[in-house]
């Protein structure tokens, strides 16, 4: 008389983890991009609250001012996050580097915002340093 066994093989149960292994890889690594472009958004959120000093200075001057000072601004270190080391702004540009706690990926990167003007409106254009990637800069930062 033959015995019946019920549950799973050994190699059912390889399969299954080897397919568990390779859902969470794939999690993790989306997961670390989101958590690098969420650092990234910080710098994008601290460069918003500039552009409105630098803007009111120009509709008031007619030029842009040469650093942060002339802008009514905190010195560039002082403008900082969790994930931004500094901002610095010079003749009407930002310049957003990361830093402190940011992911190494985006250590030392930098996001730039520079103004161009349009019949007396200023328009803001996102760039970004070479080497820090697109997928984690702002939709408006991707070109």
Same mark, same amino acid.
């Given at each position: ?18 397919? @568990?292994? @390779?859902?969470?890889? !794939?999690? @993790?690594?989306? =997961?670390?991009? =989101? ?22 200075? =120009?509709?008031?001057?007619g ?8 802008f ?6 002082? !403008? ?12 009407g ?12 990926? !985006?250590?030392?990167?930098?996001l730039?915002f ?6 007396? #409106? ?6 970004? #340093?070479?080497?820090l990637?697109?997928? =984690?800069?702002?939709p408006?930062?991707?070109?």
């Amino acid at each position: 008389m033959k015995s019946q066994h019920s549950g799973f093989t050994l190699i059912e149960l390889m399969i299954v983890v080897a397919i @568990i292994a @390779i859902l969470a890889a !794939i999690a @993790i690594a989306q =997961y670390q991009d =989101y958590a690098i472009r969420a650092q990234v958004s910080e710098g994008a959120s601290l460069a918003d609250g500039v552009k409105s000093s630098i803007a009111e200075y =120009y509709q008031n001057l007619g030029r842009f001012g040469t650093d942060n000072q002339s802008f009514g601004l905190a010195t560039p270190v002082s !403008i900082s996050g969790r994930y931004v080391s500094q901002l610095d702004a010079s003749n009407g540009i930002i310049d957003v580097t990361f830093g402190g706690t940011s992911h190494a990926n !985006i250590q030392g990167q930098h996001l730039i915002f520079s103004p161009i003007i349009h019949t007396g #409106s200023i328009e803001w254009v996102c760039n970004r #340093s070479n080497t820090l990637s697109e997928k =984690y800069v702002p939709p408006i930062c991707r070109h």
